[in-house]
């Protein structure tokens, strides 16, 4: 008796065991990916702690900006380009590192807390004893100049830091824009005012010219009746007399008679 093989699985079915796996791969790394957060969540307090109030409170607001855009440039160029040695170190002494960083109370604290003991052996021409590494760079001196060195190891803590940064910055750039929309708001309010005080000074100004101009008119017209008149000369008396009320005209062959005609008795007339 012989064996029937097992028939080859469908399109269908290996569409939904495709769609299977890609969904077990994804809920792992979203699981993955919430037990990283909470792990890292007393990592992002300290750095978010050391931004503020370690940065920004008491700093001019341009110049925290400056060097958080500072710290966020030297972490995102390691992150991008990790094996980049040019990336794993800064000199104190450059100009933009001490203009924004060494300068500025608590920025250069963010990539890494220098304890006293760094300050005291720097100045005194010994090495450091020792550093409290924050983002991952570490305080060194080679050949007499003072260094800070990125510890390969402290990634996760470079990346941390990289992202409290970014979100500072976001959130200053989206005050900022709120705060041009709002000013924009109320210049094109004061605009939109102005062009109304405007429109209706002209239609005042229309409305005063048209009044003078009727006016004008009128006061022509008027000059002009007076002088047609003046030119006319005064009207010749009636000829008519006067005639009492009542008083009738009588009329002889179609003519009023001012007078009425002499009486005439026919009956004593003599021959």
Do not use: C, W
């Not at 990539?111 to 305080?139: C, D, W």
């Not at 500072?168 to 109304?196: C, H, W, Y």
């Amino acid at each position: 008796m012989s064996s029937s093989s097992p028939s080859a699985p469908t399109r269908e079915e290996l569409l939904a065991a495709s769609q299977r796996r890609l969904q077990a791969r994804v809920s792992t790394e979203d699981e993955a990916s919430a037990l990283r957060f909470e792990r890292e969540r007393d990592t992002r307090q300290m750095f978010r702690r050391l931004l503020d109030p370690g940065i920004l409170r008491g700093v001019e607001k341009k110049t925290a900006m400056s060097s958080l855009k500072t710290l966020l440039t030297i972490s995102e160029n390691l992150l991008s380009q990790p094996h980049n040695e040019k990336f794993k170190q800064f000199k104190p002494t450059n100009p933009l590192i001490k203009k924004t960083l060494v300068d500025v109370k608590g920025a250069l604290e963010y990539a890494v807390a220098v304890s006293k003991l760094f300050y005291q052996a720097l100045h005194n021409g010994m090495t450091p004893m020792s550093t409290e590494i924050q983002m991952g760079f570490r305080a060194e001196v080679q050949n007499f100049q003072p260094y800070y060195v990125f510890n390969d190891r402290k990634t996760a803590e470079l990346r941390i830091g990289a992202s409290v940064l970014r979100e500072a910055l976001d959130r200053q750039a989206e005050r900022e824009e709120r705060t041009v929309r709002a000013k924009q708001s109320e210049q094109d309010s004061a605009e939109l005012q102005a062009k109304q005080v405007k429109l209706a000074f002209e239609d005042d100004r229309k409305r005063k010219a048209l009044q003078d101009k009727l006016d004008r008119e009128r006061r022509i017209a008027r000059e002009i009746a007076a002088a047609q008149l003046a030119a006319a000369g005064p009207s010749s008396p009636s000829t008519s007399p006067n005639l009492m009320p009542g008083d009738g005209v009588p009329l002889q062959g179609g003519r009023a008679l001012l007078s009425p005609p002499p009486y005439q008795d026919e009956e004593y007339d003599s021959d």
